[in-house]
DNA sequence: CATATCAATTAGAACGATCTAAATTCGATC
DNA sequence: GATCGAATTTAGATCGTTCTAATTGATATG
């Protein structure tokens, strides 16, 4: 309430109201053991009346320190990303560190605008979801030698920093098994980017397990394709220009499963009955399609929480070889891998 | 490289490395035209050569001003929320702001925490999506009267603080008139919550439109259910417990459309078919579920465009009248309330 | 009573930038 | 060469905190 226009109120304020001075008013803000209880309840009522709030910036300008941690995503409109900068977040707070958010939109120079607008805000450290195309080198530039930072999802080589990672290949060679242990042979890989290291993984698993299987895999049945949904529907048809044609498709992701579902249903193929199919993530909506999506759960959230923890690990125990996570996935069956033309019910089976 | 030990590079250091005054540097860094094109170019060079970056904290505490603003959601896993998100930092990073994050979880105190955390950062502003059942006086006292608040999405009475939001009660409206179209007199509106704003805002439209078509709805045609799909899946049988039963429904959200879909094929009811149903807010799944869902656009990302505009105006022109906005929706027609019993073919029509 | 000990408080210099007001330099002019 | 005005540069205070090193009282000790 009250004149809008007067100026903040400071420490000095305070001191002057309390009769005491500045420096007692700021131990009495750290809880120092060091003034008397009689002391502090007058300050304390004191900052109450006078509606203080605390200045972090000038405290962390005076010792030197950081509370934020900036926090770089590459697409926040894809859900998987989404949940990881909620659990980022989440985590953060918890331990006394506000989030600084920066979206890149996939675009590599808007990552590095970002980044370079972030650091003048001296973050304690960054986690970075790199966009597609990332240049190391000039990461390594923006971000200069004294931040540390944690690399999320796709690898990118270089400098020496931390990364956290799914077990991308273990978990595509997961879904290939699985799909050929249901009876199929002609086994694609649909979707992705081969020049992201995430793509790359995930079809190096899949070769694992077609070649353990003795099934060596036709080139036609390699579809690249942007990882959303609508590139993923456009490409449906990739599948099918020449024989032999697949039975089945292990996805890229999610987003690119649910697509290829859509692209399926246009041209008269019912999804989980004449084709199989597997995606990667387990976003919520999977579980929720028709029919609900086999897929490999990474559980973004508890990444998210579990990059601040590496990152603040970090800034406690400074430095020291950086450090590589891979975190395991695990295969959730549900329907859409139901069967080939060789195929189970499509109904019944209502619980899991 | 090097080491990883030495102190931050300041003004001062630039100064002694080019022999001038900090003073001089500092202009340099605001392309001054006071200061010498030779003297800013030798200047530059250390810069680049030191590797300077700006301490934008320690500007920022001299000049009394502020490059951030603190963005606080309800749910970011929600992709309405997370699209509105990344509209939000894009219009800020646009105009050279930061944004300090902050998630909630719907839980109104750890909203409390949150924006206590956040004021600290001095943001020059706060977009507030605001958590369930969050109390107007409470956040008044964490705001405080200095720093302008936009509120999106959820009303909340009180304090005299700008308001972004949907036109819920026309939109609604237009989905029933729709359902009214095509036939329906059953019509029911099904899942959110009676106490929030917005439900009870797009309850109205619904009435509205009932009321003008001589509909009197029956007290078991309103289901409320927390909006998700998971819930709304739930709630389901809710809808067909007493005759009369409805033949179709307005949603709250599309989150809660796509769980009653599920819910619908669980029963054996085709959704589009046997069943119409509309959602609101035209999440991109909307587009892809089976059958496409009818639905409101807000365009989320524009929102998110607009709050950050709005916030920026506000600290522009500093004080004035508190400002409601509120921003058309637009009726998307799709397959999902395509037809009644009486419906219409289920396949077929590709373009649209 | 002088002095050592302890608890409580404080003055004043930082931190890294900006800003005001004044000082310095440089030609040009008389 | 003195003088003036414009062009450049700078010293030093300042923003709101924290920190170091003292300072102040009070109580206890010899």
Redesign the pocket.
């Known amino acids: 309430m009250s004149d809008s226009r007067r100026?903040?109120v400071?420490?000095?304020d305070i001191a002057e109201a309390a009769r005491?001075?500045?420096?007692?008013v700021?131990?009495v803000?750290?809880d120092s053991p060091?003034?008397?209880a009689d002391?502090r309840a007058r300050v304390e009522t004191h900052m109450r009346k006078l509606g203080y709030v605390?200045?972090r910036a000038?405290?962390n300008?005076?010792?030197?320190t950081s509370s934020s941690v900036a926090l770089v995503i590459n697409d926040l409109s894809n859900p998987f990303f989404a949940e990881f900068a909620a659990g980022v977040d989440e985590a953060l707070a918890a331990a006394g560190y506000v989030t600084l958010l920066g979206g890149t939109g996939e675009s590599a120079s808007r990552q590095q605008a970002v980044l370079g607008s972030l650091m003048e805000h001296q973050p304690a450290a960054i986690i970075l979801s790199p966009a597609e195309g990332s240049d190391a080198s000039r990461i390594a530039h923006a971000v200069g030698a004294h931040t540390p930072l944690l690399v999320f999802n796709r690898e990118l080589e270089g400098a020496g920093w931390d990364f956290l990672g799914l077990d991308n290949r273990r978990g595509a060679r997961l879904a290939t098994e699985h799909l050929l242990k249901q009876g199929h042979r002609r086994i694609a890989f649909f979707g992705g980017h081969a020049d992201s290291s995430s793509c790359r993984e995930r079809r190096l698993g899949y070769g694992d397990a077609l070649a353990a299987a003795g099934v060596t895999p036709e080139p036609q049945w390699l579809v690249e394709c942007a990882p959303t949904r609508l590139e993923a529907a456009a490409q449906t048809g990739a599948l099918f220009v020449r024989d032999p044609v697949p039975t089945a498709a292990v996805c890229y992701n999610d987003a690119v499963a649910l697509g290829l579902m859509l692209g399926l249903a246009r041209r008269g193929r019912r999804p989980g009955h004449d084709f199989a199919l597997t995606g990667f993530d387990d976003i919520p909506e999977s579980a929720m399609s028709v029919p609900p999506l086999t897929t490999l759960a990474a559980d973004p959230r508890a990444r998210g929480r579990q990059a601040a923890a590496l990152v603040l690990a970090r800034l406690k125990h400074a430095p020291g070889a950086h450090k590589r996570t891979i975190v395991p996935v695990q295969l959730v069956v549900r329907e859409s891998s139901g069967g080939a033309d060789t195929a189970a019910p499509p109904s019944a089976r209502k619980r899991r």
Chains 1, 2 share one sequence.
Do not use: D, G
Request: aromatic share 4%; no cysteine; proline share 0%.
């Open positions: 100026r903040r400071t420490l000095n005491v001075s500045r420096a007692t700021s131990l803000l750290r060091l003034v008397h002391t605390y200045n000038a405290a300008l005076r010792r030197q």
